[in-house]
């Protein structure tokens, strides 16, 4: 028995602690992500723009962040995740601040970019650390909790933070995001360790399966070059799919509980926007909810495929009754809350990903996968937009347009019909049995 067998594993409070710093930077990303839906009115007149801007403003924040994507599974493979999050967290309060103090929508956009490509390195990052810090069989629960814990982060861009805009506007509650998002930065950097055998006192052992050297450390060498490491990850035809189904999944319900779903519920059905900002939260819950339960339940079958296939189902069905149908406002709720549950399913693709090819390339696959995940959302907003501002017949309510249902029903369209042109495609993916490619 070598060192590093002889070494115990990590304690669960010191894993979780090291998970619980990258996942605070990931509620910070989430809520960044959410937070101008619940004050579009303040934007849209500050700023006297229509949809089709106010979709582009939100949508900054996913150019950037789903162009990091491939480069951030790239750096979190040969950097690692202290170096990633230390400065991710960093240029993320940078990027808050200018946001804070745009005087126009250009420092708007400006600010909305930074924040996203910084962002973009949580949940990667927090993925590698899981890969080091928890035991296998543990990967697709620490995955689905990251995403709760982000969806917290959205839970506090509704009610809360539309209180707080009202109290205080919304210039000042950036700042103060901007104020913990630096401390954060600074935080990660002093503590945060990128696998077990780092830590002091000989460090523990770890559960990346890796070559180790003769002291235990993971190696440095035996890397996989990063053109042929991306061209190795795009061969594998799981990869292709997993990516388009996260595009259409995830962009319909960040699309609509992240940006849409506010105003569609205050000018149609008359709420006020606490009302409908915490319909939206209750959306965001059920979706985190689903990536915890889903993932989980699909451990315990033994199979990624089966469960997949039915919750993308449950999602066409769902957004085409939301979309089409003359539903009342109970109904409404109580058919979306299982197609944000059904599309918690982006977890089971994650782990399914992770899966279908070799562990040295995670961080790449996964990057390649959230491009997908996040790509959907930065597609469909500004594109809801648009058909919005189409079907716009004029009408303004101090200095904000008014949308009717016909101009909703024409953007949400997109929803149901993405999904169901990708749910023919997951019948084609390779099962993964819940077991890790050599």
């Known amino acids: 028995m070598n060192q590093a067998q002889a070494r115990p594993y990590p304690p669960a409070l010191l894993a979780w602690g090291m998970w619980g710093m990258g996942a605070m930077f990931y509620l910070i990303g989430f809520f960044q992500r959410i937070a101008p839906s619940v004050f579009t009115d303040h934007l849209m007149r500050e700023f006297s723009i229509g949809a089709a801007a106010l979709g582009n403003l939100s949508a900054f924040y996913f150019y950037s962040y789903v162009a990091m994507q491939i480069p951030t599974g790239i750096l979190a493979d040969r950097w690692g995740p202290h170096k990633l999050?230390?400065?991710?967290?960093?240029?993320?309060?940078?990027?808050?601040?200018?946001?804070?103090?745009?005087?126009?929508?250009?420092?708007?956009?400006?600010?909305?970019?930074?924040?996203?490509?910084?962002?973009?390195?949580?949940?990667?990052?927090?993925?590698?650390?899981?890969?080091?810090?928890?035991?296998?069989?543990?990967?697709?629960?620490a995955t689905g909790l990251t995403l709760l814990t982000g969806v917290i982060g959205g839970v506090v861009a509704g009610v809360p933070l539309r209180m707080l805009v009202e109290a205080f506007g919304w210039h000042a509650v950036m700042w103060f995001a901007t104020g913990l998002t630096a401390l954060l930065s600074l935080a990660i950097w002093r503590w945060l360790r990128d696998d077990p055998s780092q830590c002091r006192h000989g460090g523990y052992a770890s559960y990346f399966q890796a070559k180790q050297d003769r002291h235990g450390h993971l190696a440095k060498g035996e890397r996989t070059p990063v053109i042929e490491g991306l061209r190795e990850v795009l061969s594998y035809r799981n990869i292709w799919i997993l990516l388009l189904m996260m595009f259409c999944v995830n962009g319909a319900i960040l699309s609509f509980a992240g940006l849409w779903g506010v105003p569609y519920l205050c000018q149609i059905?008359?709420?006020?926007?606490?009302?409908?900002?915490?319909?939206?939260?209750?959306?965001?819950?059920?979706?985190?909810?689903?990536?915890?339960?889903?993932?989980?339940?699909?451990?315990?079958?033994?199979?990624?495929?089966?469960?997949?296939?039915?919750?993308?189902?449950?999602?066409?069905?769902?957004?085409?009754?939301?979309?089409?149908l003359p539903l009342p406002l109970w109904l409404l709720v109580a058919v979306l809350i299982p197609v944000g549950f059904a599309s918690g399913n982006v977890i089971i693709g994650f782990t399914w990903a992770k899966e279908s090819l070799p562990l040295r390339l995670m961080g790449t696959a996964t990057g390649v996968c959230n491009t997908g995940s996040l790509g959907g959302v930065m597609v469909m907003q500004p594109v809801v937009g648009w058909m919005l501002d189409r079907h716009w017949t004029g009408a303004m309510d101090a200095g904000a347009r008014i949308y009717d249902i016909t101009a909703y029903q024409a953007g949400f369209a997109l929803f149901p019909a993405c999904i169901g042109i990708s749910l023919a495609l997951i019948l084609f993916a390779r099962e993964s049995y819940c077991k890790q490619a050599n």
């Open 269 to 324: 059905y008359g709420l006020n926007a606490k009302a409908a900002a915490a319909i939206a939260s209750i959306l965001l819950v059920a979706w985190a909810l689903g990536g915890t339960m889903l993932g989980a339940w699909s451990e315990r079958m033994g199979k990624r495929k089966p469960l997949y296939v039915l919750t993308t189902i449950i999602a066409v069905a769902g957004w085409s009754a939301a979309v089409f």
């Open 85 to 141: 999050l230390t400065l991710g967290a960093g240029i993320a309060a940078l990027g808050s601040a200018l946001f804070a103090l745009s005087p126009n929508l250009w420092y708007a956009n400006a600010g909305r970019l930074l924040i996203g490509g910084s962002v973009a390195v949580a949940f990667v990052s927090i993925l590698n650390l899981s890969s080091h810090w928890f035991a296998p069989r543990h990967y697709a629960v």
